[in-house]
Nanobody
Framework: QVHLVESGGGLVQVGGSVRLSCAASGNIFSILNMAWYRQAPGNQREVVASISNSGRTNYAGSVGGRFTISRDNTENTVYLQMNSLKPEDTADYFC??????????WGQGTQVTVSS
């Protein structure tokens, strides 16, 4: 079993930056494909960025060029660096991981509020 714990959310002003972290327990982190999702009130959960176990990254169109996903397999941690934040980035952010296809493991989420 893998437990994922997010941290780093909070209140940030428009145009600001924040870095989210997701620490994983267990010893299979390096083989997991990881992703960050977000869910705003009234909206469906959407994938924001993903990083494969080989380090290949993908981003949603709405965040490309502003967000960067990375991972440190020695620390069992995945990060999401978010820059040039906009009010529409306000959401609960979740990290997720899995070996194939849909995520198998989810964190509890961390809230990011972008204030104008």
């Amino acid at each position: 079993q893998v437990h994922l714990v997010e941290s780093g959310g909070g209140l940030v002003q428009v145009g600001g930056s924040v870095r989210l972290s997701c620490a994983a327990s267990g010893n299979i982190f390096s083989i997991l494909n990881m992703a960050w999702y977000r869910q705003a009130p009234g909206n469906q959960r959407e994938v924001v960025a993903s990083i494969s176990n080989s380090g290949r990254t993908n981003y949603a169109g709405s965040v490309g060029g502003r967000f960067t996903i990375s991972r440190d397999n020695t620390e069992n941690t995945v990060y999401l660096q978010m820059n040039s934040l906009k009010p529409e980035d306000t959401a609960d952010y979740f990290c997720a991981g899995g070996r194939l296809g849909l995520p198998e493991y989810w964190g509890q989420g961390t809230q990011v509020t972008v204030s104008s």
